[in-house]
T-cell receptor, first 109, second 118 residues
């Protein structure tokens, strides 16, 4: 079983749609959680950290369920510029950071 | 801040040749990571350093791969001899120290080195 698993997609949605991505992790001792965004032929960049209480940044909401070892990302009112690959990231402690394979999102006009 | 700087950005070489990829982390970051990305396998963690010391190299595919961090501002990833299956984008990333502090464990990536082995 992979340490971090994501639905690879692709998700094809129209502008204005709400889309949700899920991610599960296997190490119950994992300490920190993040969502990164990667545009085509670019490096991954931090989108947002994920906190146990859930957190929101504009149109983006991230949630963490430690009991189920599950992380989610919700994007509301999708824009064309949201088209990218979204990477679920888990920091397992001891400086080790593991990336999921990513979920591809295409937002259509 | 110039961010994480990697060189070369692109490298095309022939099978059997030695390849050296270079990375300069962000000043003040004390953890450095080497990742490899392919379409088939996604982002794979190869090795990471803390305070210039290799902590975990279990992701290094085989003995042909080696990495060093002689000081806090420079790291290399070497492949010798290279093979076509090593073709990938190699990313270097660095992060700030500590846990629980703002920005801790957040990785900043370089632009990557795209390697093609013919």
């Amino acid at each position: 079983r992979k340490e971090v698993e994501q639905d690879p997609g692709p998700f094809n949605v129209p502008e204005g749609a709400t889309v949700a991505f899920n991610c599960t992790y296997s190490n119950s001792a994992s300490q920190s959680f993040f969502w990164y965004r990667q545009d085509c032929r670019k490096e991954p960049k931090l989108l947002m950290s994920v906190y146990s209480s859930g957190n929101e940044d504009g149109r983006f909401t991230a949630q963490l369920n430690r009991a189920s070892q599950y992380i989610s990302l919700l994007i509301r009112d999708s824009k064309l510029s949201d088209s990218a690959t979204y990477l679920c990231v888990v920091h397992t402690g001891g400086f080790k950071t593991i990336f999921g394979a990513g979920t591809r999102l295409f937002v259509k006009a | 801040d110039a961010g994480v700087i990697q060189s070369p950005r692109h490298e095309v070489t022939e099978m059997g040749q030695e390849v050296t990829l270079r990375c300069k982390p962000i000043s003040g970051h004390n953890s450095l990571f080497w990742y490899r990305q392919t379409m088939m396998r996604g982002l794979e963690l190869l090795i990471y350093f803390n305070n210039n010391v290799p902590i975990d190299d279990s992701g290094m595919p085989e003995d042909r791969f080696s990495a060093k961090m002689p000081n806090a501002s420079f790291s290399t990833l070497k492949i010798q001899p290279s093979e076509p299956r090593d073709s990938a984008v190699y990313f270097c990333a660095s992060s700030s120290p500590g846990t629980g502090s703002s920005g801790a464990n957040v990785l900043t990536f370089g632009a990557g080195s795209r390697l093609t082995v013919l």
